[in-house]
């Protein structure tokens, strides 16, 4: 049985890289990774790499990335304290894992 020769993957035609794309959805909007993996098509994992450097190249600038943090679905724990971006295993009180995922915006250093 003859296959056809498969022809290459296209990438998606994009006007603005990645981490623009990701800028500019940010502002004005609190959304979650998840929410920003769907509205740019790119994997979940990959958006917290993204936004780790979208978070080290706004330091210093006029606007920043904020991050509204995790908490646990049981207790009501919140990780005030957590410096990572992705969304923590399990809650240090209760241990369960139905933890929410962590919410970010970007707004201006005045707010």
Do not use: N
């Not at 450097?53 to 990335?65: N, P």
């Amino acid at each position: 049985m003859k296959q056809r020769p498969r022809l290459p993957a296209v990438p998606s035609e994009r006007t603005a890289t990645i981490r623009q794309e990701i800028i500019a959805l940010l502002e004005g909007r609190l959304l979650s990774p998840r929410e920003i993996s769907a509205e740019i098509g790119i994997p979940e994992k990959e958006v917290y790499g993204h936004l780790f450097h979208i978070q080290k190249s706004m330091s210093g600038k006029e606007r920043h990335l904020f991050m509204e943090p995790s908490s646990c679905l049981k207790c009501g724990f919140v990780f005030r304290k957590r410096e990572r971006l992705s969304k923590p295993g399990k809650c240090p009180v209760c241990r369960v894992e139905h933890i929410t995922d962590p919410l970010f915006s970007i707004k201006k250093s005045s707010e």
